[in-house]
Each structure stands twice: as structure tokens, then as C-alpha cells.
């Protein structure tokens, strides 16, 4: 069955630390895993994607893992801020007909001053 | 120019009520979707769609139908709602094979 797990189900840090997001996947045949964040009451936005062939992607403090042999990826904040409270969702794409998007159920991160 | 967008932004209705929520999406994709997420913040896909082929997660209600005009729009009618309706449903659109999908800021409605 194509699942993806992610944990914490949420996480509180304070303001200028860094943390970690964990997304565990059983997904095939794999395409690509996406980061997204999604603001309280707007719709989630892309942060990072990955195929196979890579393992590690960053945009600005964010930065993607992926061990596509484990299949596990993370998604590492750096120096967090304010802004940065919101949930994260782990998004897989199969390489197959049908629904192509598995979604993870998301880490509610609160960061606090 | 907001590149997914819907409306109505909230929508309040009674039981047993017919409405629809409208999509539309400036950016030439041609494929949509309709996302539920429910009160954990889990978004469970409901309908992919471009002019080609519409595809229906099997669990979802037949209360639930998706309209498309034309490319460009896909609306979401839903008869006779229930209670466990109540969800803030997210349309999205991506092109086909890129498979990074743009979302709408999303429609909370309420069932009472």
C-alpha cells in the first residue's frame, strides 16, 4: 500500500533554532518528493522537490533530504523564524497511471519568540 | 494576478443544500484538482482531471461531482451536503508531467 508517514505530528521551537521533519514513504514505483508549506488559511506552496538521483536540496534556511534506499527524507530548517509556523506536507509522486500524489498528513510547526 | 483562485473564500449552508464552489486558474495547465482537507489538516485528493481523463478517488461521495467548462475552470457541485462535508476544500492545477501543483487559497465550508 502506498503510504507516506511524517513526524513529528506537530513541533514547537523557539525563534533562531534549527529543526528537523522527518517523511517516511512506502510509495512505487517513485518519481519524485516534494516539500510544501502551507500557511494557516492559504493553500500549500512548493518549498523543494527531489527525484531519485538526489539527496539533498536546499531553498534559502530549508533543506531536503532524500535516501531513496531507506526511503526517507527530511526537511531541515535552519535559524527559524516567526514566519516560519506553518504545517509541512511531504508530498511523493509515483511514476504510474491513476493518482499520482501521495500526501503525507503534514508536522505543525510553531515557532515562538 | 492570483493564479489559482476560488470562490467563495467561506461558505455557510444547511443540510440537505445543493452548492458549488468555482475554480479557475490563469496559468495555461491542464490539469486540475480538488482537494479536501479535513479538521487534522490531512488533504486527501478527490478528483484529477485535464480534457482528457477524469479520475475519481472511490471514496469519495457521488454527492460530489467535478464541472469543466473549459480548461481553464473546474468547478465542484456538491448535492445534498452533510455535517461531515464541512472541510476546506483547495483546488489545485499543475501541467501535465511536472507534477508541482499550484493551490488556491481555499473554500471553508460549513455545514450547519
Not at chain 1, 517513485?30 to 506552496?45: C, E, H, M
Not at chain 2, 475519481?56 to 460530489?64: D, H, L, M
Not at chain 2, 456538491?78 to 473554500?107: K, M, P, W
Amino acid at each position: 500500500k502506498n503510504q507516506v508517514e511524517q513526524s513529528p505530528q506537530s513541533l514547537i521551537i523557539l525563534e533562531g533554532k534549527n529543526c528537523t521533519l522527518q517523511c517516511n514513504y512506502t510509495v512505487s514505483p517513485f518519481s519524485n518528493l516534494r516539500w510544501y508549506k502551507q500557511d494557516t488559511g492559504r493553500g500549500p506552496v512548493s518549498l523543494t522537490i527531489m527525484t531519485f538521483s538526489e539527496n539533498t536540496k536546499s531553498n534559502g534556511r530549508y533543506t531536503a533530504t532524500l535516501d531513496a534506499d531507506t526511503k526517507q527524507s527530511s526537511l531541515h530548517i535552519t535559524a527559524s523564524q516567526l514566519s516560519d509556523s506553518a504545517s509541512y506536507i511531504c508530498v511523493v509522486n509515483l511514476n504510474t497511471g491513476g493518482f499520482k500524489t501521495i500526501f503525507g498528513a503534514g508536522t505543525r510547526l510553531f515557532v515562538k519568540a | 494576478d492570483t493564479a489559482v483562485s476560488q470562490t467563495p473564500k467561506y461558505l455557510v449552508t444547511q443540510m440537505g443544500n445543493d452548492k458549488s464552489i468555482k475554480c479557475e486558474q490563469n496559468l495555461g495547465h491542464d490539469t486540475m484538482y480538488w482537494y479536501k482537507q479535513d479538521s487534522k489538516k490531512f488533504l486527501k485528493i478527490m478528483f484529477s482531471y485535464n480534457n482528457k481523463e477524469l479520475i475519481i478517488n472511490e471514496t469519495v461521495p457521488n454527492r460530489f461531482s467535478p464541472k469543466s467548462p473549459d480548461k481553464a475552470h473546474l468547478n465542484l457541485h456538491i448535492n445534498s451536503l452533510e455535517l461531515g462535508d464541512s472541510a476546506v476544500y483547495f483546488c489545485a492545477s499543475s501541467s501535465q508531467g511536472a507534477e508541482r501543483a499550484f493551490f488556491g487559497q481555499g473554500t471553508r465550508l460549513t455545514v450547519v
